[in-house]
């Protein structure tokens, strides 16, 4: 192992924008650990003189030892984790006042809790070390009231938040730690929970976004990269928006 390049840890790397940013990524020039890829893409990676760690069984972040267990195997294998960046979430729409506290209950869930574990098992080893990265990927709906989905809008406002505090926590130590937020994104959670699968649905979501279209999941992994691939130090605490000027 080259200790010249860097270690990047990517949760689900078998979805989203996993396997895109884990292309990215090793094309600068990083050595990766993968939670649950796509066999394919990690002989595709290899192939390209990528050092490779799979973890499996870490599918679900709200449990706190996935993120321990990718932790884990990182620093077996490659003693340091330089960024980390992880997607979560879970879905739930409909109007508020039709609405369950069992909705409420899985809605934190996946989107407050799995990266309250995620980002305390990753960034104890970067606290020690003085250096690190994190990204949490949220949700633009954290940035505005989003009707037709409240609980969820509600919940990812609250891990932007989290992740904000986190990072003024832990400036001093080296780390940075950010969110991005998507959504209108051309991927199949996204087109089954909105319908958009549906060309006249499809068209009228587009509609309502400033850029005429749905996102894509390679152009997003480029605009993730600068905050996990050490070429911008200087930004913590930030949210930004991924939507098409939506948010």
């Known amino acids: 192992m080259d200790p010249r390049r860097r270690v990047a840890l990517v949760a689900g790397a078998d979805f989203y924008v996993g396997p895109d940013l884990a292309r990215v990524l090793a094309a600068r020039g990083h050595d990766l650990v993968l939670g649950d890829p796509d066999p394919e893409l990690v002989e595709e990676l290899i192939a390209t003189g990528t050092e490779i760690e799979v973890v499996t069984g870490t599918r679900q972040l709200a449990d706190p030892a996935a993120s321990r267990k990718l932790v884990d195997a990182a620093l077996a294998r490659f003693g340091r984790i330089d960024s980390a960046t992880a997607f979560t979430g879970v879905i739930v729409t409909g109007r508020f006042m039709n609405a369950k506290v069992e909705d409420f209950d899985a809605v934190l869930r996946g989107c407050m809790i799995a990266p309250f574990h995620f980002m305390q098992a990753v960034i104890k080893p970067m606290i020690e070390r003085g250096d690190g990265q994190v990204l949490v990927i949220t949700s633009a709906s954290a940035a505005r009231a989003t009707p037709g989905a409240p609980l969820y809008s509600a919940a990812r406002a609250g891990a932007t938040h989290l992740v904000r505090n986190v990072a003024g926590e832990v400036a001093r130590s080296g780390v940075q730690v950010n969110a991005v937020g998507t959504n209108f994104m051309d991927f199949p959670e996204f087109r089954r929970s909105s319908g958009a ?23 997003f992994a480029y605009f993730c990269a600068p905050f996990v691939d050490g070429t911008s130090r200087f930004t913590t605490g930030q949210f930004v928006s991924y939507a098409g000027g939506w948010a």
């Open 197 to 219: 699968d549906d060309p006249d649905v499809r068209a009228r979501l587009e509609a309502m976004v400033p850029l005429r279209r749905l996102g894509t999941m390679q152009e």
